[in-house]
């Protein structure tokens, strides 16, 4: 199971998440896309309506319930997705507060069982959705850009996704918008913390490119797949099904 994460600010996150999901039930492996976040940006990406209701704790601790609000994704065949949207702020405010972090991971045990692969898309606000995802999830992918100041809130997203699940394997990926993606490669390895793995693929981050494929309600290689965005999830499914996902 790959959480997907991001410090506050940071891009690419939602991005990452739906295309590699995407990536994966297009390798044949029966995907499920986990949306933690309460603007429901996955959901809207792949096509089906954000969740405006009837999410809270019971429903997303208890397996049968949690599994009853997957929806299949129309393209590509084989994804499914847990909705999110501003039902989730009610989820949220059952959580917060609660010293147990272990909701999500109570909810997954059956979807562990009818899935191969699961992504979650995990808010970058740090709190109770995204600790409850940190100790669910088996290894933290991170969207790493250029930026100077990306080192240090890195680190912090690392710290906490460690408080709650130790030992943990996280890799990084590179964010490359058009105004990075001729400089030099070197440099933002040198911005992850210690411990961090970064993947040899870089993610094309193409705002244009991806505002239409969430338009269409569909995944980058599936609206464009001549892109340099499409063809760098190609390099990224691949590495993440090679490194990751057994």
């Known amino acids: 199971m790959i959480v997907v994460g991001c410090h506050k600010g940071g891009i690419g996150r ?15 492996r029966q995907t499920l896309l986990v949306d933690l976040d309460a603007k429901g940006d996955a959901t809207a990406s792949v096509g089906l309506p954000r969740a405006e209701r009837g999410k809270n704790l019971a429903r997303f601790c208890e397996p ?13 065949a084989g994804l499914d997705v847990w909705a999110g949207g501003p039902a989730l702020d009610t989820v949220t405010r059952e959580l917060t507060g609660s010293a ?18 699961i992504v979650i898309d995990a808010p970058s606000d740090l709190g109770p959705l995204a600790k409850n995802a940190f100790a669910a999830g088996d ?9 100077a100041h990306a080192e240090e809130a890195v680190g912090a997203t690392v710290r906490t996704a460690r408080e709650f699940h130790e ?3 996280v890799f990084g990926v590179i964010i490359e918008s058009r105004a990075s993606r ?15 793995h ?21 995944p980058v290689f599936e609206a464009a797949p001549d892109s340099r965005a ?17």
């Open 14 to 28: 939602t991005a990452v998440a739906v295309n590699l999901a995407a990536m994966l039930a297009l390798s044949g």
């Open 64 to 76: 049968w319930s949690f599994l009853k609000d997957t929806f299949n994704v129309p393209r590509p």
């Open 100 to 117: 147990n972090y272990r909701h999500l991971a109570n909810g997954l045990e059956q979807a562990r069982l009818r899935y191969r692969a």
């Open 139 to 147: 290894a933290l992918l991170l969207p790493v850009s250029a930026a």
């Open 167 to 169: 030992p943990y394997e």
């Open 182 to 196: 001729d400089a030099d490669r070197d440099e933002p390895a040198q911005e992850v913390p210690e411990g961090v």
């Open 198 to 218: 970064l993947l040899d693929s870089a993610i094309c981050y193409d705002a244009e490119t991806f505002l239409h494929a969430t338009q269409a309600g569909l």
């Open 230 to 246: 499409a063809r760098s999830f190609l390099e990224l499914g691949r590495e993440v099904l090679a490194r990751i996902v057994i």
